[in-house]
Every structure is written in C-alpha cells, then in structure tokens.
C-alpha cells in the first residue's frame, strides 16, 4: 500500500508503511542532475550533492554526521543523470530527526566560498580515481559514443575545466533555481504513519514558493553507424563496453527488455556467463546491464579479458546478441528470467532503504508507483515473442557501440574490422 500526498505548492510526499520493520528510511529526491547541465557547468549537481553534507543553518558538518550516525543510522547522497537525492536509514524512532536534517541540508544549505574551494580538490581527486579504474572509465567512454556532445553522454562529475570554473555565485544560483517545490519529492519507508509524515513534511516545506519544472536537454540517439573508442592502456586486463540504445523509462516493453537482459547476462546462468566464461574461459567478469531515462535507454554489455583474447571474445559475445534476435527462448530459460525478474524485486522490496529508493525514484520521474500486483500481472503477461521484438528493435548492427581500454595499441584496426563487418 503507497500512500501519495501533494501538498500546495507542489512538493510531493510517498510513504510506504512496513510495520513489522524497526527501521525506517527516508530520502528527500531533486529532480535535477547530470542531464540537466551545459558543457560550461557540467558537474555542478554533482559539486552541489557534495557541499550539502557540508552544514546547513541549522546543522554544521559535524553535527549532520553525529546526529544520524549517533543513533546507528546512516546518511548518504547520490547524483544520477536525472536524479539527485539525498538520504538517511534509522531507527523508526528518529524519523522526524532524519527529515529535519535532509530538509535542513536541502532548503538552507551554506555553501560557504571556503567548503566551495576545499570541495573543489574532493571532486578532482573523485574524477581521477574513476580515470584510474578502466571498468568505469570504459563506461563513460561507451556514453560518449551512444550520446556525442550531449549532456548525458559526458560524466556526471564534470570535466577538470568545468569543474575548475564552478564557483560560489554559480553554486548557490543553482541550488535556488533547481532545488524548488514542482521538483522535490521526499520519500519514506518503514515503521512509520503517513498522516504524521506528510504532515511534518509540509511544515518544513510550505513556505517554499514553486516554480517551474526542471527540464533538461533531450537525448538525440544517433543510430547511423557503428561507433568505437578504443583507449590504449597499460592494463593487466581490456575492459570492454558494448551497447546499443535501449527503451525510455516507461516504454510498453520494458519488462520484456528486462527478460532480455536476465537471459543474457544479468546472472551466472545467463548465455553471456556460460558461453564466455564457463565454456570458453575467456573473461573473469561478463553481464549486461539496462540503463532507462525518461525519453531513451541503453543495452550494455561489459566484460574485463586477456587482452590476448579480444578479438575473439568480441566475436562470441556479439554471436549471442545477435542470435537472441532470430531464436526464442526456450520455455525452461523463459520460466528462469521471470522467476529471476521478480524474485530480485520482491527481496529488494524486503528492505526499507531500496523500498524507499524505488517509489521514490518512480514519483520523481514518472509521477506514478505501479503496485507491486500490477508489475507481477505485468511480467506474467510478457511472452516469448515479446523477447524476440525487444531484440530485434535495439540489437540493430549499425547502431553498435564499442568501448575498451587496454594494451590495444596494435588492435584497434581488428577492432573495428570486427564491429564494422558485423
């Protein structure tokens, strides 16, 4: 049972109550993020994430920390390429204290020039140490190939010269313009009543005045051609990144792509496991990965290899794509991916920080929760064939996208022989 309040200016309110729980979770969610950012201040939801940990009037830094910390909680924040959200998991007695310091930190932050500055070299060293790990740098490599000179093709850190340009009239502008009522959602789970929270809610959130919905720059898939970046590297291993655009947030068959993704590398008993790995022993780490947004997505395929191997690798993996398409599932590994499919939903929704997460996230991005009855109705109504065209609409050969960092200096030409011919 969702419980869904909006109050007058805006601001949404989702609880949902699990009394057998002595937890509860909380998140307050801004509809902002890295997409919603120009090449000249790319990085700043990221920077502004950040600072709010820094004090906020009512609360230094220190006290944020202890006050949550202190009572066995824990806090946390994130920034995605849509969302940034702002979160606490604690004792279900403290709920009110967890609210009033995300509030604090969201409505009255200080954003002093000296945290500004020091946070500054923070967020370098955060995108050096991401540089330096070529399984997520490989990622990023791969969003510039899918989304060129786009806000969601470009890091959600920022750049070193975005970052470097950022300063604390730009951080503060933001935070007023963005963090509004239309665009915040706050987000509960736990031991806790409705009624009361929407109410404590509101009182902390009213006298924000609204303003307009936060938009952000429309993503343009370029389907035309098949694309590489190939990153020549000193590594022990290649670190390869494949994938093709997917299907929005919302799209009619997103739980037929979320099947798709189960049966070919979501899990150890997953074709790109067995074939790759199990059989062949070509790479320690394989799988497949959805990415959604509210107007496209992504199909990813990453895997870490002997660099020795890449060529054939690359062919195997692209030989299971592909055949997906022309093939259907057999019964046995259809009837797997849905038992898998809703098996990891029912044990996520089991714990009161990814139940917090997950309707939230739902009412910051489509205004709307699907009850756990009609999600489970809808995977059982998914047929084979549904799989069959899911596949064949995003596994298209010339919108293939490929990204890998490694010793491949003298590989790139086979490379790209091997995705240009497929």
């Given at each position: 049972?969702?419980?869904?309040?909006?109050?007058?200016?805006?601001?949404?309110?989702?609880?949902?109550?699990?009394?057998?729980?002595?937890?509860?979770?909380?998140?307050?969610?801004?509809?902002?993020?890295?997409?919603?950012?120009?090449?000249?201040?790319?990085?700043?939801?990221?920077?502004?994430?950040?600072?709010?940990?820094?004090?906020?009037?009512?609360?230094?830094?220190r006290k944020i920390k202890e006050s949550i910390e202190g009572v066995g909680g824990s806090l946390n924040g994130f920034t995605s390429e849509e969302l940034t959200c702002y979160l606490a998991k604690l004792p279900a007695r403290h709920l009110n204290q967890g609210l009033d310091i995300?509030?604090?930190?969201?409505?009255?932050?200080?954003?002093?020039?000296?945290?500004?500055?020091?946070?500054?070299?923070?967020?370098?060293?955060?995108?050096?140490?991401?540089?330096?790990?070529?399984?997520?740098?490989?990622?990023?490599?791969?969003?510039?190939?899918?989304?060129?000179?786009?806000?969601?093709g470009s890091s959600i850190i920022g750049t070193v010269e975005s970052v470097n340009r950022i300063n604390q009239e730009w951080i503060s502008g933001f935070q007023k313009d963005r963090y509004t009522p239309l665009n915040i959602v706050v987000s509960a789970a736990g031991n806790l009543e409705h009624d009361l929270f929407s109410g404590r809610v509101e009182k902390i959130f009213s006298h924000l005045k609204s303003r307009n919905l936060n938009t952000f720059f429309k993503a343009k898939d370029d389907k035309s051609r098949a694309k590489i970046n190939i990153l020549d590297k000193n590594t022990e291993q290649t670190h390869l990144a494949l994938g093709?655009?997917?299907?929005?947030?919302?799209?009619?068959?997103?739980?037929?792509?979320?099947?798709?993704?189960?049966?070919?590398?979501?899990?150890?008993?997953?074709?790109?496991?067995?074939?790759?790995?199990?059989?062949?022993?070509?790479?320690?780490?394989?799988?497949?990965?959805?990415?959604?947004?509210?107007?496209?997505?992504?199909?990813?395929?990453?895997?870490?290899?002997?660099?020795?191997?890449?060529?054939?690798?690359?062919?195997?993996?692209?030989?299971?794509?592909?055949?997906?398409?022309e093939y259907p599932v057999?019964?046995?590994?259809?009837?797997?991916?849905?038992?898998?499919?809703?098996?990891?939903?029912?044990?996520?929704?089991?714990?009161?920080?990814?139940?917090?997460?997950?309707?939230?996230?739902?009412?910051?991005?489509?205004?709307?929760?699907?009850?756990?009855?009609?999600?489970?109705?809808?995977?059982?109504?998914v047929k084979k064939q549904d799989i069959l065209t899911v596949a064949a609409q995003i596994f298209n050969s010339q919108d293939l996208n490929l990204a890998a960092i490694g010793p491949l200096k003298d590989k790139e030409s086979m490379i790209r022989g091997i995705v240009e011919k497929k």
């Open positions: 049972m969702y419980n869904k309040t909006k109050l007058s200016n805006g601001v949404r309110v989702v609880t949902h109550r699990m009394s057998g729980m002595q937890s509860v979770a909380v998140g307050v969610f801004i509809k902002v993020g890295g997409r919603y950012e120009s090449e000249e201040n790319k990085g700043i939801s990221h920077y502004l994430e950040h600072l709010l940990f820094k004090g906020s009037k009512k609360y230094s830094c995300l509030s604090d930190m969201v409505i009255n932050p200080l954003l002093s020039k000296s945290d500004i500055d020091k946070e500054r070299t923070v967020i370098l060293e955060e995108l050096k140490m991401y540089r330096d790990l070529p399984q997520s740098y490989v990622q990023e490599l791969l969003d510039e190939l899918l989304w060129p000179e786009q806000p969601l093709f655009h997917g299907l929005k947030r919302d799209h009619p068959l997103k739980h037929a792509l979320g099947l798709l993704n189960v049966v070919l590398g979501a899990n150890m008993s997953s074709r790109l496991f067995n074939e790759v790995r199990e059989k062949r022993g070509l790479a320690y780490e394989i799988g497949t990965q959805v990415k959604r947004f509210q107007d496209t997505g992504a199909f990813l395929v990453h895997a870490g290899m002997d660099s020795n191997k890449v060529a054939e690798s690359i062919n195997l993996i692209l030989k299971e794509v592909y055949k997906i398409k057999t019964p046995d590994e259809f009837k797997r991916a849905k038992e898998f499919y809703l098996g990891q939903l029912l044990l996520a929704l089991e714990d009161t920080m990814d139940h917090m997460l997950w309707v939230g996230e739902s009412v910051a991005s489509l205004d709307k929760i699907d009850s756990l009855s009609k999600i489970i109705e809808e995977v059982e109504a």
